[in-house]
């Protein structure tokens, strides 16, 4: 079973690990040694990698008392970080969190969700319902990385039922 709740203040660094082992084993598929060396360096700094998830504040996804997976969605439906650790992928756990995030938007209204998306994660966030808006070549400490633009758009919800 997967609950999914908000980040608790303590969990940062839980989540720097979770982050820094998927891009080291899976997206290593996609990407080279050295880019995923810039990506996820062996030395995290970590007040800023605590800043910014404070600032993001996501959502975590726990099984059996361990963390599997975050991920978060901003109030302009940006999708900063989604990241579910590399036992878990392919159980529900990513879906789970698109869902909760999907749930998120629609209280705050959002009417797009989109993301700057690996190659590794372009075909799950396709599953999901998103589209690719623009391939893109990122510059990174020296590094090119290719990713994609991605969105999904959400209908708006009347506020009004038609009565037939």
Known sequence: MITIRKMRPGEEMALWSLF?????TVNIQDYTPE???????????????????????PYVAVRKNAIVGYADVQ??????HFFVDAKTQGKGVGKALMNVLFREGGNMSVARFYSNVSITAKPFFQRMGFQVVKVQQVEKAGAVFTNYIMEKRVEAQSAYTQVT
């Open 75 to 80: 109030t302009n439906g940006y999708i900063d």
């Open 35 to 57: 880019q995923v060396a810039i990506w996820a360096p062996d030395n995290c700094n970590e007040i800023a990698w605590k800043n910014r998830m404070q600032h993001i504040y």
């Open 20 to 24: 820094y082992q998927t891009v080291r």
